[in-house]
């Protein structure tokens, strides 16, 4: 099912939840709709499902308005954070319940009901947890129950509510791996709120990154990550170093040091080069030496990664780098030393918010 929602607008009181908000959500896709608290995205995921009506706009489902059907003419399973199972009920009557409670003339036999949970549970891979509660399972194991309950009426759009977001770090990590691959096998069009960066990156076909009430950016996850559309989307997919500074003839001075605007030699204005950690080179100091002079304050040299702060002697400002393990220990690195960093490859906003 293809999913098309039309410059949607709604206000809480005086906030703007949603600002003339217009996207589309392709048939079979994993969509990541990602943001901080407060940008709109578990608003509008509930104005898809139908628990939440919009002050004006549409939403269609396969091209067909279905602005004002309600929640059960949608055929949509939705998937909260906090599982929102029935405590009082097994594995299997959670994920039947959806079956049992549909009109007498749609409902499936007994028969049918448990083949359905069968496959079901199999699916998700705890079939043998069939008869437990579920305060007996783990947090993993409650949120695969309820992805299992929400595909049991066979829905045509799956939405998922920041699903993961009341697990631990290594919990959530291994259910994003299985939510891809459950994904890739049943290809259902699926919309998945979140707040974590890492999460959509890894998951998604598409990610569409939200603030205030509108869309900042829409594309696959290298397209965002590696050509942001505007500094709220750089600073939110990942850490990052800025630079402040004045643009002239496609230079940015910053401080002590410069950097040349990539793409637009005759930039002009008040500018912010952005630079992730592990785009910058170090090297040791050397009198002459091209780049920005700084001293090593710490450095975080445990596993594959070493991460490294930098003061800068010109500005004071903190810089954070970062260089593989085995580089850090060629170089013998000690803190207080002085260094010289350069940028690789760099972003340019020039005044607040027009991209180079």
Excluded at 28 to 37: D, F, I, M, W
Excluded at 246 to 255: E, K, M
């Amino acid at each position: 099912m293809t999913i098309e929602v039309k410059n949607i607008n709604k206000r809480f009181g005086d906030f703007v939840a949603l600002n003339n908000v217009s996207l589309d959500f392709p048939a079979g896709e994993l969509t990541a709709l990602l943001g901080p608290s407060g940008c709109g995205k578990t608003t509008l995921l509930r104005i898809i499902a139908g628990l939440e009506h919009p002050d004006s706009g549409q939403v269609l489902l396969d091209a067909n308005d279905a602005s004002h059907r309600h929640v059960r003419e949608r055929q949509v399973g939705f998937v909260f954070q906090h599982y929102a199972l029935f405590k009082h009920m097994t594995v299997f009557e959670n994920v039947a319940f959806g079956l049992r409670v549909k009109p007498r003339a749609e409902r499936p036999s007994e028969d049918q009901i448990r083949r359905k949970v069968k496959e079901l549970l199999e699916l998700v891979q705890l079939d043998w947890l069939a008869d437990r509660y579920p305060p007996q399972l783990s947090g993993g194991q409650r949120q695969r129950i309820a992805l299992a309950r929400a595909l049991a009426v066979e829905p045509r759009v799956l939405l998922l509510d920041e699903p993961f977001g009341a697990l631990d770090a290594k919990v959530r990590k291994e259910l994003r791996r299985w939510l891809r691959r459950l994904h890739d096998d049943l290809h259902v069009t699926s919309i998945f709120v979140t707040h974590d960066q890492e999460e959509a990156l890894e998951v998604a076909d598409q990610v569409v990154l939200m603030n205030k009430g509108n869309v900042e950016q829409i594309g696959a996850p290298d397209q965002v990550y590696n050509h942001p559309a505007s500094p709220f989307v750089y600073g939110f997919l990942g850490n990052v170093n800025m630079f402040h500074g004045r643009v002239q003839d496609g230079v940015l001075a910053s401080g002590g040091a410069t950097f040349q605007v990539p793409g637009q030699p005759d930039a002009d204005g008040k500018g912010t080069a952005y630079v992730r950690p592990h785009d910058l080179d170090i090297e040791r100091y050397t009198p002459g030496a091209e780049g920005i002079v700084v001293k090593l304050r710490r450095a975080h040299a445990i596993g594959p990664l070493a991460q490294l702060d930098l003061e800068r002697d010109d500005t004071s400002e903190l810089i954070e780098a970062v260089m593989s393990n085995e580089r850090f220990s060629h170089l013998q690195l000690k803190e207080g030393e002085t260094l010289v960093v350069r940028p690789k490859r760099l972003h340019v906003f020039v005044d607040a918010g027009a991209s180079i």
